[in-house]
Nanobody, 115 residues
Framework: QVQLVESGGGLVQAGGSLRLTCSAS????????MAWYRQAPGKQRELVAQ??????????DYSEFVKGRFTISRAYPKNTVDLQMNNLKPEDAAVYYC??????WGQGTQVTVSS
């Protein structure tokens, strides 16, 4: 099974930016749907952003909470899926998880946002 490893988390001031990277141990071409989720303490895991391959093109979808601030992208040659997070808010603090086709997960990376 392909393994997913997230990196890039850390501590950032509100209004700052972070780039998260999901690195796959093998090709991600077989996965039509790649996504980033997050889970804050005491809360359910929620979908943040996803990138879907359909009809030879890629489409993106975002949570209303992050739309306009976050950008998901995929780099097939590098087997990576990135999440660029701009204008971070304290409410964005959570463990962020990479997901492939809704059933394969990474271990998560912590994002902390200070006010």
């Amino acid at each position: 099974q392909v393994q997913l490893v997230e990196s890039g988390g850390g501590l950032v001031q509100a209004g700052g930016s972070l780039r998260l990277t999901c690195s796959a141990s093998d090709t991600i071409f077989t996965y039509n749907d790649m996504a980033w989720y997050r889970q804050a303490p005491g809360k359910q895991r929620e979908l943040v952003a996803q990138i879907i391959r359909a009809g030879g093109q890629s489409y993106t979808d975002y949570s209303e909470f992050v739309k306009g601030r976050f950008t998901i992208s995929r780099a097939y040659p590098k087997n990576t899926v990135d999440l660029q997070m701009n204008n971070l808010k304290p409410e964005d603090a959570a463990v962020y998880y990479c997901n492939a086709d809704q059933n394969l997960w990474g271990q998560g990376t912590q994002v902390t946002v200070s006010s």
